[in-house]
């Protein structure tokens, strides 16, 4: 699939990228061998690749246990805010 220059325009306006004139024939070349490339990707088959949980053989992520490491300070947080209610911060309505 190969872009327009009006699509490249477009994407520029939404992406508010201001393209000089001089380089839109390489901003349309670039971007429709990068769709290209996607699209090649999105026709291979994956279905049989089993996913990876490391890039690397052998190696595992270390994580660490889920375990509480801090404590609580809730209560004293709030004490400075202007207004609390139930545990929650109460701002001013901003929109009615």
């Given at each position: 699939m190969s872009l327009t220059?009006?699509?490249v325009e477009k994407i520029a306006h939404l992406a508010r990228l201001s393209i000089a004139e001089t380089e839109m024939p390489v901003y349309v070349t670039s971007l429709s061998s990068i769709v290209d490339f996607v699209d090649e990707l999105s026709r291979i088959d994956t279905g049989a690749v089993e996913p990876m949980a490391h890039p690397l053989d052998g190696q595992h992520q270390r994580l660490r246990p889920d375990?509480?490491?801090?404590?609580?300070?809730?209560d004293r947080y709030q004490a400075n805010a202007p207004s609390v209610q139930a545990g929650l911060y109460v701002v001013p309505?901003?929109?009615e």
């Open positions: 220059r009006e699509a375990v509480v490491s801090e404590a609580d300070h809730r309505r901003v929109i």
